[in-house]
């Protein structure tokens, strides 16, 4: 059920019986020569409306916008500082639980909200207000990314590449393929590691286009093939939250003796 496309009378039978709510996040940032700068917001929507489809949950419009002031050099990246990125989405989650929402899973892909969007979370859950989690899609299916990929990239590389073409085709410049690759950067995860340090903070000082990953292995056969996989286990995680007892979710209590108790 997409929120946007509901009128108030039409979600009466949904805030009278269900609590779950799926917010798609992501970004709006350059992703190299080929690929459009939506890309990770595109990815997060996509997958949430297929799965709130498969299930019958809510799911809100995407966060377009996000922590991105790494990719700040280049052509129209947007961003937010990541104080305001953090009490927005608390905001905007707060905003669900007055409509009966108590679990919320944010479905992201963008790798700079990962962080935030914990910390909001714990917020929440501290509160007992809502108990919110972080969705990354790529790290829900792993296995099958490295058995398709010799080199996925972190960044722009062939695994979103594949994903747009999966779901935007014609919002990928295939005829830059070769030179995002090129003009990127392969190596392995642990290369921009020196002695134990992370050197880098801006994604252009160590790629010139801003992308990772040899580009040209993408297919839309594949985007297909990670879409799937990826929706299947966004689906397992809304039944599983949406069987939990809210109870369940909230914090443990201090271990007894509880403090005062003895008063």
């Known amino acids: 059920m997409y929120l946007p496309q509901q009128t108030w009378p039409d979600l009466e039978e949904y805030v009278a019986n269900e609590s779950l709510a799926v917010v798609p996040l992501g970004s709006t940032e350059q992703h190299g020569p080929h690929l459009p700068e939506g890309t990770d917001y595109m990815i997060a929507e996509a997958l949430a409306r297929e799965a709130t489809e498969q299930t ?3 799911c809100t419009p995407p966060i ?40 919320i899973v944010y479905v992201n892909a963008h790798g700079g909200n990962v962080a935030h969007l914990r910390e909001v979370g714990r917020r929440l859950h501290d509160d007992a207000t809502a108990y919110a989690i972080e969705w990354m899609w790529d790290e829900s299916i792993p296995d099958l990314i490295e058995a ?20 935007a085709k014609h919002l990928v410049r ?5 030179d995002a690759r090129d003009g990127g950067t392969v190596f392995e995860y642990d290369a921009e590691r020196v002695h134990g340090a992370t050197t880098f903070y801006d994604a252009i000082e160590n790629s010139r286009n801003g992308v990772f990953g040899d580009q040209t292995d993408a297919t839309p056969e594949i985007g297909a093939q990670l879409f ?30 509880q403090p005062g108790s003895g008063r």
């Open 56 to 58: 019958g949950h809510l």
């Open 64 to 103: 377009p916008i996000g922590v991105s002031a790494h990719h700040r050099q280049f052509h129209g990246t947007m961003w937010v500082e990541p104080p305001v990125f953090r009490d927005f989405v608390e905001s905007f989650s707060r905003n669900l639980t007055y409509h009966g929402i108590d679990r």
């Open 148 to 167: 398709v990929f010799e080199t996925p990239g972190p960044h722009g590389g062939p695994k979103e590449t594949a994903m747009i073409m999966h779901i």
């Open 174 to 178: 295939d005829d830059r393929l070769e």
């Open 228 to 257: 799937d996989a990826a929706s299947e286990q966004l689906v397992k995680l809304l039944e599983w939250l949406d069987s939990q007892p809210f109870e369940a979710l909230m914090p443990a209590p201090h271990v007894d003796p």
